[in-house]
């Protein structure tokens, strides 16, 4: 199918839509206002996409990262129209139907881009092509933000792109990929996310490591320099056989 983008006004059925799911309806999704030229347009060139079932956000980023190479949008992470008119494409992965045939769309923000801070990195596809692409974090240190499926928001995704600080500096990135993701169980090693006064734990890590900022300069080290720093409660989250 042709990549389009929507115009305002399918922008605004969108969200009228993911409204009236809220309030309880069981309306088909509107996938006409794809293809309405009173509601999308085309984009400069010929790009088209696969309507294809992802397992993970990291499998979607993969293959949007693929698709959107080419195309020239300046910003193209921040582009509302673009990213809803996605969503709506893909609305069976990013809000499939519940066993009793509802759909729980959640905050629009999810569906519909809200650049910047707090919510520009919580659209569900936009936010997980930042990860990949515009923060370059790629197939690797994706894996721990980009696990769960497209419908679902991730702690670990949330927590680290709100933090500037963090998701640009490759170093805390690699640290916090080697102590919580398990490369053989493709997915965060248990109890990761205790509370933050858990010792080792994911919240810890990120209450450690701005008391670090304070004194060291982190953008200039690799991961397992960062590491290094780290009190000795965070060994055991060290182990590669730690599941």
């Not at 894996?143 to 679902?152: E, N, V």
């Not at 500096?169 to 509370?195: C, D, S, T, W």
């Not at 919240?203 to 397992?224: C, E, H, K, P």
Request: glycine content about 8%; aromatic content about 12%.
């Amino acid at each position: 199918m042709e990549i389009r983008k929507f115009t305002d006004k399918g922008i605004d059925q969108f969200r009228e839509y993911l409204s009236a799911l809220r309030d309880g309806s069981t309306d088909a999704p509107p996938y006409h206002l794809l293809t309405d030229p009173g509601t999308s347009l085309s984009l400069s060139g010929e790009w088209t996409i696969e309507c294809k079932n992802f397992d993970s956000k990291l499998k979607a980023a993969e293959y949007l990262d693929d698709v959107l190479a080419g195309v020239d949008i300046d910003g193209i992470e921040n582009d509302i129209h673009l990213w809803s008119w996605m969503s709506l494409f893909y609305f069976e992965q990013v809000c499939p139907e519940d066993k009793h045939g509802m759909r729980k769309p959640g905050r629009d923000y999810r569906h519909i881009p809200e650049p910047g801070y707090p919510y520009g990195h919580r659209h569900l596809l936009g936010g997980a092509f930042m990860v990949y692409t515009i923060y370059g974090l790629g197939d690797r240190l994706s894996k721990l933000l980009l696990y769960t499926s497209p419908s679902m928001e991730s702690k670990y995704h949330h927590e680290l792109a709100t933090r500037q600080s963090f998701i640009t500096n490759r170093g805390i990135m690699e640290a916090v990929h080697q102590l919580y993701f398990n490369e053989k169980a493709e997915r965060p090693k248990r109890g990761a996310l205790g509370n933050s006064g858990k010792p080792g734990t994911f919240f810890r890590f990120i209450n450690v490591v701005q008391q670090l900022d304070l004194t060291y300069d982190l953008y200039s080290m690799a991961g397992d320099e960062v590491l290094a720093l780290l009190p000795p409660e965070f060994d055991e989250w060290k182990r590669d056989d730690r599941l």
